[in-house]
């Protein structure tokens, strides 16, 4: 069965600061993965995705996340924070044929001024 | 382009009410629908999906259910609500799964 782990349930960092959110996933075949964001009181929003085309993906609001097999990882990262990144964040993974994505249980990211 | 409603936005249901929650989805056919609960602090539970009309799998025994009447809608419903039903509820759609997930904005219940 699959699963994904999400390292921190809380990160804070300085604005202008990197951000990194650590996502780990367990899966028997090549995964699909998906990074979501979530503002107060708001649906989530699809950030990237991985789906088995280029290791290192690209999302909106400057957000990227590489692929690694070995490592079984989908780390995010964004180069400098900004107080408008403040939210929190889920990794999803789904592999083919399954109907579903499982979910990690979410970061919430703090950006310090 | 594809859309997906869903209302309301906000609702505050006395314990023992019945809660109807309606989703919607516009520009596509034959989606999967989804139901998830977030409670305070906590993360994604998902309560229900549906890959059809009429087909409904849940996933966590509770007094909530579910119903798919027509291709594009689907609906929560409880006939008699807990304090423990309180949480944010989401719906989403999909084509396939690998293209991931489309979210509603969410309704905020409140069981008091």
């Known amino acids: 069965a699959q699963s994904v782990t999400q390292l921190g349930s809380h990160v804070s960092v300085s604005e202008g600061a990197l951000v990194l959110l650590r996502c780990n996933y367990s899966s028997s075949v090549p995964p699909y993965l998906f990074w979501y964001v979530q503002y107060p009181n708001q649906g989530l929003q699809l950030l990237l995705k991985?789906?088995?085309?280029?290791?290192l993906v690209k999302g909106i609001n400057g957000f990227e996340a590489e692929f690694k097999k070995s490592e079984t990882s989908f780390h995010l990262t964004k180069p400098s924070a900004h107080m408008s990144d403040a939210a929190e964040y889920f990794c999803a993974v789904s592999d083919y044929g399954n109907e579903k994505l499982t979910f990690g249980t979410g970061t919430r990211l703090t950006i310090i001024p | 382009s594809q859309t997906i409603h869903q209302w309301p936005a906000t609702l505050v249901q006395p314990v023992g009410s019945p809660l109807s929650l309606e989703c919607t989805v516009e520009g596509t056919s034959n989606p999967n629908l989804y139901w998830y609960r977030q409670a305070a602090g906590r993360g994604l539970q998902l309560l229900f999906y549906?890959?059809?009309?009429?087909?409904i799998s849940s996933e966590v025994p509770q007094n909530l259910s579910a119903s798919r009447p027509q291709d594009r809608q689907f609906i929560l419903s409880s006939k008699k609500l807990l304090l423990s039903d309180s949480g944010f509820y989401l719906c989403?759609?999909?084509?396939?799964?690998?293209?991931?997930?489309?979210f509603g904005s969410g309704t905020r219940l409140t069981v008091v």
């Open positions: 989403a759609w999909s084509v396939e799964p690998r293209y991931g997930y489309t």
């Open positions: 991985y789906t088995s085309a280029a290791t």
């Open positions: 549906s890959v059809g009309i009429g087909q």
